[in-house]
């Protein structure tokens, strides 16, 4: 690998790190991303109270293992925002776990790719579900296995150099537009986090 | 032949869930609406606007100018359904079911090889929460919608068979959608011109009807390009945006403030939360607790994506185009995300969702079956939970968000207004006068302040007067109080003797 390509690959690995530091205030992730059973129950009166209808059919639909499933499922999507993973690894760290996730499902072995893959996504879940484990021990929980796979993605992608002497030029618009994005937004963490 | 069957059941699916008591829920005419019944029946009867204008091209509305397409569709359909609410929301529910059978016949163009693809996308198309929200209302980007996919699939269809007869009725309708809603000012001419780059790689031979069919787009969009140049013409983008929020910025700060609003408006696009859960937030646009998409639809898409990245360049070239081009007019704009501005996104969406099922199907071909019953059963709770909300919890929760009450503060004054020598209507009802035009066309009133009291010189005479609810339950005075038909049965508006 050249110079360029290596200086290229640090600074896809400091962005992800500088854009985590900027989390540093932070002392937990904001509430909405916790399940709380008292917010489920209200919840649940709460469209009950609006139904109308066969009972049946408010048994049917407001109950409370649907409404678990799907109090769980809106914090956990809401975790896998993307602009919550800019603000956690920058532009430079999604667009390098996009490729990390495309250079696993590539090997032959796609099934250790998937488990892997699979562990991933199921990490958010630990902050869903967990909110007792200390803040400084859950967010580089939640971070490392992106980082390390975005850092993975973008090894490959100069490795294997398909866009060859355009990949300077897309890797300069990237890191310009991280730029932009840290400049423009350096308390974008404060929007997803609490600092009290 | 089954597939013929299925398609057919698949219409009927989607004229039920698109026509049933659509004048009823949701409940009510919101403003636009409003706006675009007022114009229609006008237009029909008068052949000029509320402003008096003869057959505008562009009329004007609440701060902007409404584009027209929409306008007269509803005028045709006044004519054969009448002055009412059906009328107003007939054009968009056709539409929604056109656009069901033409995204079938535009998979099976592009996926030609994969049989299931195009009648399992037109199922997910025709029970899409997202297409069915914007389906049942007066909205024009629906119709606009169904144009741009006419267009696309004429484009397809050009592509596969060469006649020049359907590349030219394709830039047709691109053009025409241009003229039904605000977003397609980019979209349609991207499309052409992503379309001509692939024509200049691969169609050299073809020059004399690409050319023809070129200078027809151009030649429908001068009207439009003209008028957006003007002050009047470009209030809508002005109006609506994103750079607001920014205000007061020195031209340093704009060169990387301007860049990152539009990153972050562009990326929430793609944020599961917003496709999933809570869509945008905007009580007209989707269902409290449900996003644009059905949720069991994620790991399909997520999955669609790596087995669409695995296809043919051209298949990857028209759903990747389609899926990173919509967001962009709809991130210039305020509020982002926005549920209505990215409406196409719903086709590379439930093209990948589809993707992902058969690929999973095919995976695990030795539990194909036990896979499909699993996913139908899955689907089909979630689509009957959703149907629940939408008939039941929705018009109560939503009222307001659809004009709410509106409607019956018209009808009731209309009914009353003959007894009294004078109709007075409080301000703070915004919107009303397109309502009471619309309901009430033949009763006179007055518009006016909150602080206005009876002059002295109307002693004698009996007023109507029509306000907001303030929070007088009862008091002498009041004869008719307008209710929501929430389950709590909120007070909207009030009708006063004075």
Known sequence: MGIIKKLILFLSIVFPLYSFSLWKKCVDFASVYHFSRYDLELQLTDAIHTDTGPLILTRIFHNKPVFLLLDIFKRYTSLLDINLFVSILSLVGIVGVGLGIWYLLSYKKSYLSGFLILLILLFPLVVVVNPSLPFKFLLPLFFSPFFLLGAYGHYKFIEENRLKKVLPIFYLVLFILSLLMIFAYPQSAYTYCATQ | ?498
């Open chain 2, 1 to 498: 032949m089954k597939q013929k069957f299925l398609i057919v059941f698949i219409l009927l699916l989607s004229i039920i869930l698109r026509f049933y008591k659509l004048d009823q829920v949701p409940p009510g005419l919101y403003q636009d609406e409003a706006s675009i019944a007022l114009n229609a029946y006008d237009v029909l009867k008068t052949g000029k606007d509320e402003y008096g204008i003869s057959h505008p091209m562009f009329f004007k509305s609440f701060g902007d100018y409404k584009l027209p397409v929409y306008v007269y569709s509803t005028s045709i359909s006044m004519a054969v359904f009448g002055k009412n609410d059906f009328a107003v929301r007939f054009p968009s529910a056709l539409a929604g079911v056109i656009a069901v059978l033409l995204f079938y016949f535009l998979l099976r163009q592009i996926f030609e090889k994969e049989k299931l693809v195009a009648p399992l996308g037109a199922l997910l198309l025709a029970t899409s929460p997202w297409h069915i929200q914007f389906s049942r209302g007066g909205f024009e980007a629906n119709l606009a919608f169904t144009l741009y996919l006419a267009g696309l699939f004429l484009l397809m269809l050009f592509l596969k068979q060469k006649k020049g007869t359907y590349l030219i009725i394709s830039y047709i309708f691109l053009a025409i959608a241009v003229y039904t809603y605000h977003a397609y000012k980019l979209l349609s001419p991207l499309t052409v011109f992503a379309s001509l780059v692939y024509f200049y790689i691969n169609f050299k031979n073809e020059k004399n009807k690409i050319v023809s069919a070129l200078v027809v787009f151009l030649a429908i969009l001068l009207p439009i390009v003209g008028f957006s140049l003007t002050q009047n013409g470009s209030q809508r983008l002005v109006g609506t945006s994103a750079f607001n929020e920014l205000p007061g910025l020195t031209p340093i700060q704009k060169l990387y403030e301007y860049p990152a609003l539009f990153i972050r408006n562009y990326l929430s696009y793609f944020s599961f939360g917003f496709l999933f859960d809570t869509g945008d937030g905007i009580g007209r646009h989707q269902i409290h607790n449900f996003g644009p998409m059905l949720k069991w639809q994620l790991p399909f898409l997520i999955t669609g994506v790596y087995a669409l990245l695995k296809k043919k360049t051209f298949i990857k070239s028209v759903v990747l185009f389609l899926l990173f081009i919509v967001p962009i007019p709809a991130a210039i704009a305020a509020p982002s995300p926005h549920a209505l501005r990215s409406l196409l996104m719903v086709i590379p969406l439930l093209s990948l969702v589809t993707l992902g099922i058969i690929f999973w199907i095919e995976k695990l071909s030795k539990y194909k079956v036990f896979l499909a019953v699993a996913i139908l059963a899955v689907a089909t709770y979630e689509f009957l939970f959703y149907s629940h909300y939408y008939y039941v919890h929705y018009p109560q929760v939503n009222a307001l968000d659809w004009g709410g009450g509106y409607e019956e503060t018209a009808v009731k004054a209309q009914a009353l207004s003959k007894s009294y020598d004078e109709v007075i209507v409080d301000k703070n009802l915004k919107f009303v006068s397109t309502y009471l035009d619309f309901y009430a066309p033949n009763m006179k009133y007055e518009m006016v302040d909150v602080t206005w009291k009876k002059p002295n010189s109307w002693t004698n005479k009996k007023v109507l007067y029509i306000r907001p609810y303030y929070g007088q339950q009862e008091a002498p005075g009041i004869i008719y109080s307008v209710r929501l038909q929430n389950k709590t049965r909120d007070v909207f508006s009030q009708l006063w003797e004075l």
